[in-house]
């Protein structure tokens, strides 16, 4: 039976295009550094580099590992830019279909967010659109691991067993995979209904989870 939901953010809870790139040109022009659309997408990729490299994040490992992989010498200063600005100015609308399954959801089942990501950041962006109160506990990869890394699934088995748990994202290497390693259950979130043939768990619309759970 299951008793704890395990939410991912982006693309999940929170949609984003290129806001991420944005987000990084306005802290690169902030601290007068190149600020092209391509400067914003190499931090970007960076990142999703560091993120296949290491466990955790940190904010001087990101700053050196993105300085060594574009020969750049940005400062910490824009790590923390980056850490503010997305948790601070980005407000995406949510899906009012979402608000109300996390209010049927949150009466049934205990409901957390496991996020690649610094967790203030997260947790901002989250409160920013006033869905940060159905969670339990929101978990970036500063407080455990990143995924799909097992032990960033298995954070929430201190007090409940694997397959007590269900994850829900939008990737399935990040969400779905990893988590059905460690023996949670798992549903995609397959929005671009891409991945119908793939023989995992999947959902298109969140009014859906009403009929699963
Ligand atoms: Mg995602």
Known sequence: MIKKII?????????FDKQYVECYQEVLKKNNYPCRYEDGLKIYQSIGRYEDTVQRYEREKLLNFINDDLKTSYTLQVIDDLIDIIGNKWIN???SYLVDILEYLSSKYELNVLTNWFTESQTKRLENVGIAKYFKEIVGSDISDIKPN???????TKDALP???????DRIETDIQGALDVGMHALLYDYKHQYQDTGYDTFIEWQQLKDIL
């Open 150 to 156: 097992p032990n960033s699934y298995l954070y929430f």
């Open 93 to 95: 609308k949510v899906d």
């Open 163 to 169: 397959n007590e748990c269900l994850m829900i994202g």
């Open 7 to 15: 939410f991912d953010v982006d693309n999940t809870l929170m949609m």
